[in-house]
């Protein structure tokens, strides 16, 4: 089954200040970050209206949060 959820990359102070009930994620603490944290990424479920972010499909999504900027293969756990 292929999934079709949109995600969205935004900055983390932004992310601070969304309606987590229009989210997947439960808080900001349980959002992914970027290694420096200066970015989160969220699941989107379609009442998200928040500026200074990009849209990314499941496979772009997945392929950004393996790149150096959110990943460290040295670190054992998920930021």
């Known amino acids: 089954m ?3 959820k949109l995600y969205y990359v935004l900055p983390s102070d932004m992310a601070k200040q969304l309606d987590y ?3 997947e ?7 992914r970050h970027s290694i420096d944290r ?3 990424i969220v699941e989107y479920k379609g009442a998200l209206a928040v500026r ?3 849209f990314y499909t499941y ?4 392929a950004l949060m393996q790149t ?3 990943y460290d293969p040295n670190e054992d756990f998920l930021r």
């Open 38 to 40: 200066a970015l989160c």
């Open 21 to 23: 009930g229009a989210l």
């Open 68 to 70: 150096a900027d959110w």
């Open 25 to 31: 994620e439960q808080s900001y603490e349980t959002v």
């Open 59 to 62: 496979d772009e999504a997945l």
């Open 52 to 54: 200074g972010g990009s």
């Open 2 to 4: 292929r999934n079709n």
